[in-house]
T-cell receptor, first 116, second 112 residues
Protein backbone atom coordinates (compact mmCIF):
# COMPACT_ATOMS: atom_id res chain seq x y z
CA UNK A 1 0.00 0.00 0.00
CA UNK A 2 0.94 3.65 -0.31
CA UNK A 3 3.28 4.93 2.37
CA UNK A 4 3.80 8.50 3.54
CA UNK A 5 6.69 9.39 5.80
CA UNK A 6 7.37 12.45 7.90
CA UNK A 7 10.61 13.75 9.30
CA UNK A 8 11.36 14.46 12.03
CA UNK A 9 8.94 12.52 14.21
CA UNK A 10 9.50 14.99 17.01
CA UNK A 11 11.39 18.23 17.40
CA UNK A 12 12.08 20.68 20.19
CA UNK A 13 13.15 24.19 19.34
CA UNK A 14 13.64 27.54 21.00
CA UNK A 15 11.19 30.36 20.62
CA UNK A 16 12.02 32.54 17.62
CA UNK A 17 13.67 29.84 15.55
CA UNK A 18 12.30 28.15 12.43
CA UNK A 19 11.56 24.48 12.04
CA UNK A 20 11.13 22.49 8.83
CA UNK A 21 9.00 19.34 8.62
CA UNK A 22 9.22 17.05 5.61
CA UNK A 23 6.47 14.91 4.15
CA UNK A 24 7.35 12.29 1.55
CA UNK A 25 5.29 9.89 -0.50
CA UNK A 26 7.54 6.85 -0.65
CA UNK A 27 6.08 4.68 -3.38
CA UNK A 28 3.78 6.96 -5.30
CA UNK A 29 3.70 10.46 -6.69
CA UNK A 30 1.55 13.16 -5.17
CA UNK A 31 0.84 16.42 -6.95
CA UNK A 32 -1.17 17.43 -3.91
CA UNK A 33 -0.45 16.97 -0.24
CA UNK A 34 -2.28 18.23 2.80
CA UNK A 35 -1.05 19.57 6.12
CA UNK A 36 -3.05 19.25 9.33
CA UNK A 37 -2.61 20.40 12.86
CA UNK A 38 -3.92 18.41 15.79
CA UNK A 39 -4.18 19.68 19.35
CA UNK A 40 -4.35 17.17 22.23
CA UNK A 41 -7.61 15.24 22.30
CA UNK A 42 -8.94 17.14 19.31
CA UNK A 43 -9.57 16.42 15.67
CA UNK A 44 -7.34 17.14 12.71
CA UNK A 45 -7.61 20.67 11.43
CA UNK A 46 -6.71 21.19 7.77
CA UNK A 47 -4.14 23.96 7.51
CA UNK A 48 -3.28 24.04 3.83
CA UNK A 49 -3.13 22.22 0.55
CA UNK A 50 0.32 21.84 -0.93
CA UNK A 51 0.43 21.90 -4.72
CA UNK A 52 3.40 20.74 -6.75
CA UNK A 53 4.56 23.51 -9.06
CA UNK A 54 2.31 26.20 -7.64
CA UNK A 55 1.53 28.08 -4.45
CA UNK A 56 -0.07 26.39 -1.50
CA UNK A 57 -3.70 27.06 -0.67
CA UNK A 58 -4.26 28.02 2.96
CA UNK A 59 -7.40 27.53 5.00
CA UNK A 60 -9.06 30.53 6.54
CA UNK A 61 -7.32 31.71 9.66
CA UNK A 62 -3.97 30.07 8.90
CA UNK A 63 -1.08 32.52 8.66
CA UNK A 64 0.71 32.08 5.35
CA UNK A 65 3.86 33.82 6.56
CA UNK A 66 3.99 31.71 9.70
CA UNK A 67 3.52 28.36 8.01
CA UNK A 68 5.51 28.24 4.79
CA UNK A 69 4.74 25.34 2.49
CA UNK A 70 6.87 24.24 -0.44
CA UNK A 71 6.04 21.33 -2.72
CA UNK A 72 9.50 20.73 -4.11
CA UNK A 73 8.81 17.61 -6.12
CA UNK A 74 6.15 15.00 -6.81
CA UNK A 75 7.18 13.14 -3.65
CA UNK A 76 8.12 15.88 -1.21
CA UNK A 77 6.31 18.69 0.57
CA UNK A 78 7.77 20.73 3.40
CA UNK A 79 6.15 22.79 6.13
CA UNK A 80 8.32 25.43 7.76
CA UNK A 81 7.13 26.99 10.98
CA UNK A 82 8.82 30.38 11.03
CA UNK A 83 9.69 32.32 14.16
CA UNK A 84 8.10 29.60 16.25
CA UNK A 85 6.40 30.44 19.53
CA UNK A 86 5.10 28.17 22.31
CA UNK A 87 1.56 28.43 20.92
CA UNK A 88 2.81 26.76 17.73
CA UNK A 89 3.52 23.62 19.74
CA UNK A 90 1.29 20.91 18.33
CA UNK A 91 1.14 17.67 16.39
CA UNK A 92 1.47 18.19 12.64
CA UNK A 93 0.29 15.55 10.18
CA UNK A 94 0.53 15.40 6.41
CA UNK A 95 -1.43 13.31 3.95
CA UNK A 96 -1.44 12.55 0.26
CA UNK A 97 -4.28 11.22 -1.87
CA UNK A 98 -3.82 7.83 -3.41
CA UNK A 99 -3.90 7.21 -7.12
CA UNK A 100 -6.82 4.81 -7.00
CA UNK A 101 -10.47 5.56 -7.45
CA UNK A 102 -11.40 5.63 -3.79
CA UNK A 103 -10.27 9.15 -2.97
CA UNK A 104 -8.42 7.69 -0.02
CA UNK A 105 -5.88 9.76 1.89
CA UNK A 106 -2.64 8.22 3.13
CA UNK A 107 -1.34 9.81 6.29
CA UNK A 108 2.15 10.34 7.59
CA UNK A 109 2.94 9.32 11.17
CA UNK A 110 2.98 12.93 12.33
CA UNK A 111 5.51 15.31 13.85
CA UNK A 112 5.33 16.52 17.41
CA UNK A 113 6.64 20.08 17.69
CA UNK A 114 7.49 21.58 21.06
CA UNK A 115 8.56 25.20 21.19
CA UNK A 116 10.27 26.26 24.40
CA UNK B 1 -20.03 24.28 3.68
CA UNK B 2 -19.53 20.64 4.39
CA UNK B 3 -19.58 19.58 8.03
CA UNK B 4 -19.18 16.29 9.85
CA UNK B 5 -20.73 15.75 13.28
CA UNK B 6 -19.90 13.04 15.76
CA UNK B 7 -22.20 13.43 18.74
CA UNK B 8 -20.50 10.92 21.03
CA UNK B 9 -17.21 12.26 22.45
CA UNK B 10 -16.55 9.01 24.30
CA UNK B 11 -17.97 5.50 24.36
CA UNK B 12 -17.19 2.31 26.19
CA UNK B 13 -17.92 -1.27 25.24
CA UNK B 14 -17.26 -4.59 26.84
CA UNK B 15 -14.73 -6.78 25.08
CA UNK B 16 -16.44 -9.12 22.55
CA UNK B 17 -19.55 -6.94 22.46
CA UNK B 18 -20.84 -4.76 19.63
CA UNK B 19 -20.72 -0.98 19.55
CA UNK B 20 -22.03 1.61 17.11
CA UNK B 21 -20.45 5.01 16.57
CA UNK B 22 -22.63 7.73 15.10
CA UNK B 23 -21.81 10.24 12.40
CA UNK B 24 -23.88 12.72 10.44
CA UNK B 25 -22.71 15.04 7.72
CA UNK B 26 -24.00 17.93 5.73
CA UNK B 27 -23.38 18.43 2.03
CA UNK B 28 -25.21 19.56 -1.04
CA UNK B 29 -23.16 17.28 -3.29
CA UNK B 30 -24.46 13.99 -4.63
CA UNK B 31 -21.14 12.30 -5.33
CA UNK B 32 -18.67 12.01 -2.47
CA UNK B 33 -16.85 9.55 -0.25
CA UNK B 34 -17.16 8.78 3.44
CA UNK B 35 -14.55 7.22 5.66
CA UNK B 36 -13.95 6.07 9.18
CA UNK B 37 -10.38 6.49 10.38
CA UNK B 38 -8.88 5.11 13.56
CA UNK B 39 -6.18 6.91 15.51
CA UNK B 40 -4.56 4.71 18.18
CA UNK B 41 -2.20 6.09 20.84
CA UNK B 42 0.62 6.05 18.27
CA UNK B 43 -1.40 8.78 16.50
CA UNK B 44 -0.96 7.15 13.08
CA UNK B 45 -4.19 7.55 11.14
CA UNK B 46 -5.48 4.20 9.93
CA UNK B 47 -8.29 3.74 7.44
CA UNK B 48 -10.99 1.49 8.86
CA UNK B 49 -13.63 1.53 6.15
CA UNK B 50 -14.78 3.58 3.17
CA UNK B 51 -18.11 4.15 1.44
CA UNK B 52 -18.83 5.65 -1.95
CA UNK B 53 -21.98 7.76 -1.83
CA UNK B 54 -23.31 6.38 -5.10
CA UNK B 55 -23.28 2.83 -3.73
CA UNK B 56 -26.38 1.82 -1.82
CA UNK B 57 -24.81 -1.30 -0.37
CA UNK B 58 -23.25 -0.77 3.04
CA UNK B 59 -19.50 -1.35 3.18
CA UNK B 60 -18.11 -4.16 5.33
CA UNK B 61 -14.56 -4.94 6.39
CA UNK B 62 -14.33 -8.01 8.62
CA UNK B 63 -15.68 -6.91 12.04
CA UNK B 64 -16.38 -3.38 10.84
CA UNK B 65 -19.49 -2.36 8.95
CA UNK B 66 -21.34 0.84 8.25
CA UNK B 67 -24.96 1.86 8.10
CA UNK B 68 -25.08 4.45 5.33
CA UNK B 69 -28.31 6.39 5.06
CA UNK B 70 -27.77 8.89 2.25
CA UNK B 71 -31.10 10.68 2.53
CA UNK B 72 -30.60 11.15 6.25
CA UNK B 73 -26.89 11.98 5.74
CA UNK B 74 -25.95 9.44 8.35
CA UNK B 75 -22.91 7.18 8.36
CA UNK B 76 -22.55 5.06 11.51
CA UNK B 77 -19.82 2.54 12.21
CA UNK B 78 -20.55 -0.81 13.84
CA UNK B 79 -17.74 -2.75 15.45
CA UNK B 80 -18.58 -6.35 16.20
CA UNK B 81 -16.73 -8.64 18.62
CA UNK B 82 -14.83 -5.66 20.05
CA UNK B 83 -11.18 -6.31 20.84
CA UNK B 84 -8.75 -4.52 23.13
CA UNK B 85 -6.85 -3.35 20.05
CA UNK B 86 -9.92 -1.45 18.88
CA UNK B 87 -9.40 1.13 21.63
CA UNK B 88 -8.64 4.41 19.84
CA UNK B 89 -10.05 7.69 18.59
CA UNK B 90 -12.37 7.17 15.66
CA UNK B 91 -12.90 9.94 13.14
CA UNK B 92 -15.68 10.08 10.62
CA UNK B 93 -14.63 11.91 7.46
CA UNK B 94 -16.13 13.28 4.29
CA UNK B 95 -14.31 13.96 1.08
CA UNK B 96 -15.11 15.18 -2.38
CA UNK B 97 -12.27 15.71 -4.78
CA UNK B 98 -9.21 15.53 -2.55
CA UNK B 99 -9.98 17.67 0.46
CA UNK B 100 -11.03 15.73 3.55
CA UNK B 101 -13.13 17.05 6.44
CA UNK B 102 -13.08 15.29 9.80
CA UNK B 103 -15.57 15.09 12.61
CA UNK B 104 -14.38 15.83 16.14
CA UNK B 105 -13.92 12.17 16.91
CA UNK B 106 -15.20 9.56 19.33
CA UNK B 107 -12.85 8.01 21.86
CA UNK B 108 -13.64 4.32 22.19
CA UNK B 109 -12.71 2.45 25.36
CA UNK B 110 -12.73 -1.34 25.42
CA UNK B 111 -13.50 -2.83 28.84
CA UNK B 112 -11.84 -6.18 29.53
Amino acid sequence: GAVVSQHPSWVICKSGTSVKIECRSLDFQATTMFWYRQFPKQSLMLMATSNEGSKATYEQGVEKDKFLINHASLTLSTLTVTSAHPEDSSFYICSAPGTGSYNEQFFGPGTRLTVL
Amino acid sequence: AQTVTQSQPEMSVQEAETVTLSCTYDTSESDYYLFWYKQPPSRQMILVIRQEAYKQQNATENRFSVNFQKAAKSFSLKISDSQLGDAAMYFCAYTRDDKIIFGKGTRLHILP
